[in-house]
């Protein structure tokens, strides 16, 4: 038993560090310090990403032959993890991190020679049409239609909660192309090119005021059977294989540390009710204790997983246990951000951080006046944004219910 | 014991209730709230004029209906039912209360009328919720006064014909003794010499501003009540604040849990509605047993209010522990019920949800109020009206 | 509104003080003080109702004619919230609080005139066989048989949980007369001389060491059928009368209030972990004023219930409610009391305390020697006994159900 | 970056979970507690001669097996899963560490060999659970010591051939500095002069006592290690005990757990198993999270009990808190699930959730190493073996 990196995964990791230290410029690690939500400036998360393509890091966990990197699940994770702590801007995982990857397991060589080179220099950017209006959390009960017309599938109806479908220009979704037998069965995993005609997106505004999410209207959009990924009615399979299939590259804790300190930092600068700095406050100090507590404890489950996918086992239900953990205590930690802000948390100033998508009748003075720091601006559009966290993905029910099932078969 | 409301209280109950139902529609409220004006004037008129619910707490001699504790938070209650953005509590509670104990009673008549609408300037950049952190300073400047410092989150400023304004004019920083109350005149359209205003809107949709005072000056019948007293007069005042927002507070409560139980009825998932799973039951039970705290909370609060200084802290502070961390626990399961739809703004929770955000650290959050509260059960020198 | 009381219940009040002021023996305090659970020292209490029952105060709730008192129910109250602050041992609630109710309201001449005035004096001592091995929430599955023969019902089965069933020498229980229709038909209510042929009473050791709930074999026992309280097959509705009827006299903030004065008295008494007075500790500070500030509230609940039932309405799930809100309450209470009384809330020691019931293997030292005060050989024991009001009387996992449904409509 | 016992450790493991399986039953085991002699003699002989677990972790020259950490915990889950009451914890890891710091080969490998069994003296009525508050004082008296003062929740006395006593020799009260170590010869069946005896039971089945010392004399080659500097041995040896507790909490929460999972399935209300109940169902998953955290906490605190003090300090004290509250969250409600019954002693779940209630509060509870936990991360000044 033992915690500690080998030296070969040390040695990388100071190489990972060189680099961030070198290409992460001040506007990008502000795009990472100032999100108010899981979801980076999109110009600059882009912008992110061309750097990272020179570099041929762009893409670690595809293969090599598509420009992937021949590296191990822990060094996937050190790169990521060094990522966070750094401040990067994440990359939008709906292309590289999903869509690629069912293209690269069930793609044709066509779509494969098309899509990857593009997803990876992002002239092609994807959005995910899994939710509609009806089909929440049961996913498959989803009723889009797409109709076989000679070459192409015809599509008409509406997806929902689809993050930045304005910036996307092509769609991976999930239709309906079968209504006999289990609801399951019958559905087929497309790719919609955004341009096509019929196509309307309506943005939807969030609490924050920011429109990242959106609702789109499909009537009778004409998509080409080529776009297919797998077979048509079996969509399922494909999906299943998106949400299964343990890739690495996800790094949740040093998400989490790098919350703690900043509310540490936060807390230190701030007076708390009794007039001496807020941290010094017996109960802020013990709630951050307690938060602090809860990540060094998640940190080592988020590892268990790691080593156990690195030796090619199947962490089961553990990735559940760790979306609940690591959600809740996201929201935990936005809680006592809010409270460290003051007064201030209350002030509604988007144009003092970097959202990941428009806002709604945003009113940034003049002067650009700012009441209070940057960070005082983030807390509760931070707050407002991270309730998210345990709603989408598998709201925390749905996979308490996975787990009553999978791991104590009740 | 007797929990009914006598019959003018019900009367004032429903025809406010009424009154909102036909004339405060949520999303005009929104634009209103995001306009240039930032408010709807004509809600208030109707307010003074036609339901006199701005004179409610009013003496006589002010016309008002000389009503007390449980009037106001009658009031509260429906504004918070219909998530009215409108400053009643800021003017009528708070600047009330103020202006009540001062003795001014123009001011006060003004206040019923309508035409008096008071901005409360107390919190500061350095000064977290409490309102006692006082580093504004004033000094005696021929006859008048000098105020230099720097006020935040001063909500109301937009349309406020008055400052109510915190200053230190003798002791230490948190000190309660030392503070003196100024009221000055205020426009926003021309704000005076030595004062500058920088506006902006709250995650509620409230209007508010930061002050930078730089030696604004104020004439000597500015001064409410006696010079380095001015906690007599705003910390009852504060506590009737809390007390009345605390019922403003189960006013979202109430209806942002009937909008949850509602929409788990009628949405559907896995061919049932997700009101039929046990799970979501109970934490829909866990959100009615937290409103009914809560509203006990206010209530006895409210009841307390005219009780002794110790008697009556101890109960606001126990109805602020009890009610944030009701709006926390409501607030957050409502929108997790709702899924995606409560963290929109296309239907009312999310900006119920958002009101009892505030509300939740308004004049302090629950840690802020517990450590009060133990304070005065071990009467250990904490100032009652802290 | 108001929450004070009028001048003649203060003046009623000071009459019950200065009663209790008289008659409350040091010795019956301490059995009151050092209870270890809900249930008093049988001996102690049943002095304790002699003394009640001399001032004609044993059975306020009971119509005069039968020995009750013409007090309103906020004089009932306040009775028992005296008593209770006093500390008074509560007497047994099964005689007069819950079988002579249904005795007055659905039984003959002949029973009100045989059981009334014996369960007043305590000749009579009642328990109450409701819950079965295989039916506990769902009370109405019960299949304790009751077979009709001459004049007399042949019982046979098992009840269990079944407090003070040693020192009873009658049960009033629900048997299964009839397996015909709906399980809530074909149930006889029942009263049954303990002392008949063929009935086993089986001591439960608890946790706590202590033996007060019992499980009872019935072996063919013949009851008259003179002892059905109601009709044959009706006893249903007899026990749905028994848990809906309001009838006042519980006072459940009171003794949450004595809780947390005997926390706060044993906290500024004992270090905490930084050696000052555990009291002067945020954290210990914290909780305790967070369960203070639930007992105001809930005192306001329970106020609200009373008054709602002085007027004659029904307080519906608002009684659901308060069980939901005294039971966690008093659980944390124990809690805090347990955390009070440092290492030595380890010791097991019952001969220092007031058990409800004997006590298995216990070990008094032959000098009594105590490891600490009273206070501290109290707090495991109630710990351990409190887990049961979650459980009993309805769970609370049962009592949201009843709110989802009646109160949400859910 | 290793999550797998290695072959020795799986074979310990599998080799001490069989003998306990085939002679610790718990019924007996708790007949031996409430008996006489406390224990079961026969078990222990067992233990040092049949499994070498006494050995685990001490070092070659002492005829140990020179096991770690990991080997510790490996033993404590098991002992917890069965629910073992005899010493293994005060007598191998604690006595054990303190005695391997001051270098005692001889008991080292009595220790070893189940001949010599400690009990750590260490509370005393005015400490909480903080072992270096220490009242009791010792002097020098003509080549040896002189001890008074009182010690409580002393366990194993009964059947312990050594006390470890803590007492001051210098400073104050509560002072890491001016502690002394002593090992004092014991036979329950005539303790010495100047000592007095309270022996009783505890909630968890163990036998303790309080110790009255009243001029106990000890031998000068009773010191262990250097005087004044005791907590030099006592406190790494605490953090290892509190480790090897935490490890013993997960074997018992792994069984407590897989207890109630199997309850719910087989116990039927309402004509259906209550595990198929949604509310119960979510419950147990967040039980089954609170072991998962707890065990990865434990673990956490075993591969750091030989790094610097502050990082050791500081996973044992994030180990206790998450331990702790795991205890409290995971017994509590294997209760609740289990009804009343689950409240008697007919059942394991009962003797479990005693067992887990100590354990709660045994070397501090959640708040005081939370604290701790704190100190330590602002490196403010506490000591790191406190």
């Known amino acids: ?410 | 014991m007797d929990f009914q409301l006598n019959a003018e209280q019900v009367l004032l109950r429903d025809s406010l209730a009424g009154f909102l139902a036909d004339r405060y529609d949520l999303a005009r409220s929104r634009e209103a709230a995001t306009s240039a004006e930032g408010w709807q004037p004509g809600v208030w008129r109707a307010f003074a004029e036609d339901l006199g619910v701005l004179g409610v707490a009013l003496p006589a001699d002010a016309g008002g209906s000389g009503g007390g504790p449980v009037e106001v938070s009658v009031v509260a209650e429906e504004l918070g039912r219909a998530l009215v953005i409108e400053p009643f509590v800021d003017t009528v509670v708070l600047g009330g209360g103020v202006l009540r104990r001062a003795e001014a009673i123009d001011l006060l008549t003004g206040i019923g009328a309508g035409t008096v609408r008071i901005a409360p300037a107390l919190l500061e950049p350095g000064s977290a919720h409490t309102a006692h952190d006082v580093a504004v300073t004033a000094h005696v400047d021929d006859g008048g006064w000098k105020l230099t410092g720097e006020k935040t989150v001063v909500t109301g400023v937009r349309f406020a014909t008055h400052l109510l304004l915190s200053a230190r004019t003798a002791g230490e920083q948190r000190d309660h003794d030392g503070i003196s109350l100024f009221l000055v005149p205020f426009d926003a359209a021309s704000p005076p010499d030595g004062l500058r205003v920088h506006g902006y809107r709250t995650i509620d949709d409230r209007h508010a501003a930061d002050l930078v005072l730089d030696g604004l000056r104020v004439p000597g019948d500015g001064l409410l009540g006696v010079r380095d007293r001015g906690w007599d007069l705003l910390g009852p005042a504060l506590d009737e604040t809390v007390a009345a927002i605390c019922a403003e507070a189960v006013g979202c409560l109430r209806r942002i849990l009937a909008d949850t139980v509602a929409y788990a009825k009628e949405r559907r998932q896995f061919g049932q509605p997700i009101g039929s799973f046990q799970v979501l039951q109970h934490r829909m039970v866990d959100m009615h047993i937290e409103v009914e705290q809560a509203a006990a909370a206010a209530l006895l609060a409210t009841l307390r209010l005219e009780d002794g200084p110790c008697e009556r802290a101890r109960a606001v502070a126990a109805a602020k522990v009890t009610v944030s961390r009701a709006a926390r626990f409501v607030g957050q399961n409502a929108v997790q019920l709702h899924g995606g739809m409560g963290m929109s703004q296309e239907l009312a929770v999310g900006h119920y949800f958002k009101r009892l955000t505030a509300i939740e650290y308004e004049w302090g959050a629950s840690d802020q109020h517990r450590s009060r509260y133990t304070g005065l059960s071990r009467a250990t020198g904490v100032t009652p009206a802290e």
């Open chain 1, 1 to 410: 038993m033992d915690l500690s990196w080998s030296a070969e995964d040390l040695a990388f990791r100071d190489e990972v560090r060189a680099f961030l230290d070198e290409k992460l410029t001040p506007d990008l690690r502000d795009a990472g310090r100032l999100m108010t939500s899981v979801y980076a400036d999109h110009e600059a998360s882009m912008r992110w990403q061309a750097i990272l393509h020179e570099r041929g890091w762009a893409a670690p966990a595809w293969p090599v032959e598509h420009g992937g990197c021949d590296w191990s699940l822990t060094q996937h994770y050190l790169f990521t993890r060094e990522s966070v702590l750094a401040g990067a801007p994440p990359l939008s995982p709906m292309g590289i991190s999903q869509v690629a990857h069912v293209i690269i397991e069930f793609g044709t060589p066509e779509q494969k020679e098309y899509f990857l080179p593009r997803i990876l220099t992002g002239e092609i950017f994807f959005c995910q049409g899994y939710s509609e209006p009806e089909s929440g959390s049961d996913l498959a009960s989803l009723s889009m239609t797409a109709v076989a017309d000679g070459d192409d599938l015809v599509c008409s109806g509406s997806k929902i909660w689809t993050t930045h479908a304005h910036e996307a220009n092509w769609m991976f979704c999930l239709v309906r192309t079968n209504r006999t037998g289990r609801k399951q069965q019958g559905i087929t995993f497309l790719l919609i090119d955004m341009t096509s005609p019929g196509i309307e997106v309506r943005p939807l505004v969030m609490t924050s005021g920011e429109q990242i999410q959106n609702q789109e209207f499909f009537d009778g959009v004409r998509v080409p059977k080529a776009n297919v990924i797998g077979r048509i009615d079996d969509g399922w399979t494909v999906a299943k294989y998106l949400l299964e299939f343990e890739r690495g590259g996800t790094a949740v804790a040093p998400m989490l540390q790098v919350m703690a300190g900043d509310i540490e930092r936060a807390a230190s600068g701030r007076p708390g009710p009794d007039g001496h700095p807020l941290l010094d406050s017996p109960d802020f100090a013990g709630k951050l204790a307690d938060a602090r507590i809860r990540i060094d404890v998640f940190e080592v489950l988020e590892f268990r997983v790691l080593s156990t996918s690195a030796a090619g086992g199947n962490p089961g239900t553990a990735s559940s246990m760790l979306k609940i953990l690591g959600t809740e205590l996201s929201q935990t930690l936005t809680e006592l951000l809010l409270e460290a802000s003051g007064p201030r948390g209350r002030v509604y100033q988007p144009h003092a951080t970097r959202p990941g998508g428009p806002v709604a009748d945003v009113v940034a003075p003049a002067d650009r006046y700012l009441s209070g720091e940057p960070w005082q601006a983030v807390a509760p559009l931070r707050y407002l944004n991270d309730r998210a966290g345990t709603i989408y993905a598998g709201s925390n029910e749905i996979q308490r219910n996975i787990i009553a099932k999978a791991a104590l078969g009740l």
